[in-house]
Every structure is written in C-alpha cells, then in structure tokens.
C-alpha cells in the first residue's frame, strides 16, 4: 500500500450501479484489482441522479423507473502508477466515462488522544 503525500493523479471511473463483470458489480472488481495493483487508495460513491451518453435521467426518487444509478470510482496515486493501471480499465469498462485529474494529496494519520 502506497503512503501517498504530494503531487498525484486522480482518476474518476463513471459507470453505472448495475454494470457488471462475471456477475459480479463492475465498481467492485476495479476496486480489488485497484488494491491488488497496490494503488494508494480507492472509493466508490452511488449518485442520486445522473444521465450518460443515452440522455436516459437515472434517480432514486421514489416514484422513479429507474434503478441504475450513477456511480463513480475515485483512485488516487502517482501518474505513473495510476496510468499502468489503466490498461485494466480498458478492459472493464465497456460503457462509460474515466476523467484524470492532476492533484495534491495532504495525509492525515490518526492523533493519540489527549486526557
């Protein structure tokens, strides 16, 4: 696992809740194979609405058809590490939209507790 702290590279991975990969949920396997590839970290967060390419609005509201929510992967590492990770994206995602970003990490690590 890499302690990141400085410059970085952000990628954001748009799919939806219900993609899949071997019947299991697209977001999770980009998630394990980020860990197993050692890459500092990575967080997957379901939107409450959102459209794609298909201009189809996905939302949670109640009354609502839909029940394939917008979700997005965030990992962040070095440039160099995310961008060997991408060609395993390339492999996943067949619909969808990945964004880099350039970033700066600050760590926090946890304070012993003052009495």
């Not at 993609?19 to 967060?45: C, M, N």
């Not at 961008?83 to 760590?107: N, T």
Request: contains cysteine; proline residues 3%.
């Amino acid at each position: 696992m890499t302690r990141l702290t400085g410059s970085a590279l952000r990628v954001t991975i748009f799919i939806g809740e219900n993609d899949t990969w071997h019947r299991k949920p697209l977001y999770s396997e980009i998630v394990h194979r980020a860990r197993d590839a050692g890459l500092a970290g990575a967080s997957v967060f379901r939107g409450v609405e959102g459209f794609g390419a298909s201009s189809l609005i996905h939302t949670s509201r109640l009354l609502s058809l839909s029940e394939d929510l917008p979700v997005a992967i965030v990992i962040v590492d070095t440039a160099e590490r995310v961008r060997a990770f991408l060609p395993q994206l390339d492999e996943l995602v067949g619909e969808g939209m990945v964004i880099l970003d350039d970033c700066e990490v600050i760590r926090y690590v946890g304070r012993e507790k003052q009495a």
